[in-house]
């Protein structure tokens, strides 16, 4: 198909010609038998060979200052380790603590406390608010949600603009109802979007004024040093905008090396606020002895320091950097122009935000899995997967190898326009 | 000090004699400028070094299914380490779930999931219950306690007997009030005391009846193969009875590898009913994408088979039954007869509970403390730290070295003597 005429600008009769032409494009994509997958962020397997370095690490089992780490104990993690994220993060080395392997578990675990004990500055435990709120730009991370409808937590949306949330909208949110505790941000190539928060929009979202005092922002920085260009960006400084404008407890920082080393078996930490951060450990010391400081050293160990981690990040870009640009040809090639859907092109993180014509998006899943390609279900992206305009799909790209990536991504274009001239000419 | 004539059967002059000796014991004892530590059950270095072939694997990073431990996912653990813990733990592979490094972090997890969402036979969630109790066999793990303090909820103690916690103290308390809605049981070798919960005491508190029909056993089996003797008894098989019984989600087993590989760095498990284990993998999937599968396959190497595990404990066992031997020899050869102390001999375990004259323990630890002695606080068998004779001291002989064990319960010898001269003749 090289017509980039707006399908809408089409003739009835062109655009059953045109139906006609694409369902025999679709046909003959089944007839492929494929069997794809473009419906997790996950690194591929030659991402994950860069690391493998770490499985005869570490060769020694004493940290800097001597202590055994095999042994239990250091609940806020390896100084050293620590030392490497407070770098890459922008923050001082005091505010961080090094955990487990998921920071989405440490996202898990202060929100349960906040629900359970109350944060510092907490009237009461939000178990004993009527309501608690969280607001959620959107389209955002489906599991950001999802463990909001499992605590019980009402979401209000927000759009997410090429710089971040929309602070305005925000603004609104939160100024007047102190049911409204808190939000999630990923300020770095956002799941999905790709967005990053401009150091203006973090500075209205930590100084404006909430009615809780206890108003928390999840600081997801997942994708805190995931460049896909040149263009390495540094993340806005959270910690210190909220700490100048007199709301210091307000935004928890979280992190991982699960893109960065191994996913399931990297190290994750966070970077909050004196108050917070003793807070935190508080409570973490009911619920453990300490973290896996042999993993914690083994990752030291390997990186040696935060450049170490800024040097293995290039690495990755080489291996994903196309995978994004064949999703970008393939959109590009049979989509431009036709007016029926939008994408982002990232800068880096994971993953393309593809918005298709408006109440397509579950019917062009539906053809690509039928297909034999797998995308995350329409609306993920969303609270409750309910995406009010039903056109929002995010595209993964890094786990197929890129022949994959380029053949699953030439069957979603042809998804994507079949469904789009069904609705046409329904 | 040869004489084991009782000390209250000696007369004011002889106990104002020997409290002058015993005195300058103490005094020769404090000039020594010792610093020795029996506070916590943590491994010795001897016993981590056991260890070390696990920094450098594994080897491979697929298990035997292919899968790519490397990567997410697999929420419930490498199937070839589930099917370690299930022989160790004498239950089917399928009720078992394997998680991180720590088996503290898994009770957390099931006992905060209870309360912010309740069980799968639970009425409602225990947040909104007016009050939940547990029942806490005493002297008992000061974490499970801690724990508990920490989530609002009340402890009610029951006596443990040499054959586990004492079931006609427990059902009495069980049997009418809903509000009693679980107990900790660690049921062998346990904390501090060394009893092990027999099959028939195992029976009757899985089929005891419970006003609460959300009663839950959280069965810390800790030490299930850390013998200290060719004795190398096994647990009582409390999902068996308990399923048996008409009870099936009552118990939950919690293990780990924490004193069997590396302290801070080993692989944690669960094993549960059907019910039980569903639900807990439905509220973790919120909270994490998959454990550390790489230590997972780390562990597997390491050991082969649950043969390979128990033939490393009897590695263990040689380096420190002889520590347990020094704290027996410390004991015997100052405090036999005298009737100011009784103690335990356990079979296995990583603890001596030492009982002094009532009145006592805290003055005793206090004395250590002043010769350079850390002991654990007294009273920290107990809820809220609340020994209600003051006579209870839990010893922990397998971090320091065998001299250091000889040197420090020699000096806890005489100032186990020292305070309950100071008593007698006050």
């Known amino acids: 198909m090289t017509s980039s005429t707006p399908l809408a600008d089409l003739s009835a009769d062109d655009l059953a010609a045109r139906l006609t032409t694409v369902r025999a494009d679709y046909d003959a994509l089944k007839e492929r038998g494929l069997k794809l997958d473009l419906t997790r962020g996950k690194p591929g397997a030659d991402q994950l060979d860069l690391s493998n370095a770490l499985l005869g690490l570490p060769t020694s089992y004493k940290d800097r200052a001597g202590t055994d780490v095999r042994n239990y104990g250091g609940l806020d993690g390896l100084p050293e380790l620590r030392e490497i994220f407070a770098d890459l993060l922008g923050v001082d080395v005091s505010t961080v603590v090094c955990g487990g392997n998921s920071s989405l578990t440490m996202m898990y675990q202060v929100l349960t406390a906040l629900i359970l004990k109350g944060g510092p500055d907490s009237p009461r435990p939000w178990s004993q608010e009527p309501v608690v709120k969280f607001v959620c730009p959107v389209p955002g991370y489906d599991r950001h949600f ?119 078996a990297g190290v994750a930490a966070l970077a909050a606020s004196p108050e917070n951060r003793a807070w935190y450990l508080q409570r973490l010391g009911f619920a453990a002895i300490g973290p896996d400081k042999v993993n914690h050293l083994r990752h030291v160990e390997f990186f040696g320091d935060a450049d170490g981690v800024r040097a293995h990040m290039r690495k990755h870009r080489d291996l994903i950097a196309p995978k994004f640009a064949a999703v970008e040809d393939a959109l590009t090639g049979r989509l431009a122009g036709l007016g029926i859907a939008e994408w982002t092109v990232p800068t880096g993180g994971y993953f393309v935000n593809l918005d298709v014509l408006d109440g397509t998006a579950a019917r062009v899943v539906t053809l690509a899995k039928e297909a034999g390609i797998a995308l995350t279900p329409a609306g993920s992206a969303f609270p409750h997967s309910n995406d009010p305009n039903d056109r929002n799909i995010r595209l993964a790209p890094t786990f197929p190898v890129l022949a994959e990536v380029e053949a699953a991504m030439a069957g979603v274009a042809v998804c994507v326009e079949l469904a789009a001239l069904e609705k046409l000419t329904a």
Chains 1, 2 share one sequence.
Do not use: Q
């Open 146 to 264: 999802t463990m909001l409808a499992e605590l019980g937590i009402e979401m209000v949306t927000v759009p997410m603009t090429p710089d971040g949330p929309d602070p305005v909208a925000v603004r609104a949110l939160v100024a007047d109802d102190p049911s409204v505790k808190g939000m999630w941000i990923v300020p770095t190539y956002a799941n999905p979007t790709g967005a990053v928060c401009s150091a203006e929009v973090a500075a209205e979202l930590m100084a404006m004024p909430t009615a809780a005092p206890d108003f928390r922002i999840f600081w997801d920085n997942a994708y805190a040093v995931h460049h896909l260009t040149d263009d390495e960006i540094k993340s806005a400084d959270a910690l210190g905008l909220a700490a100048a404008s007199g709301h210091p407890n307000r935004p928890i920082m979280f992190a991982s090396t699960s893109k960065i080393t191994f996913a399931g």
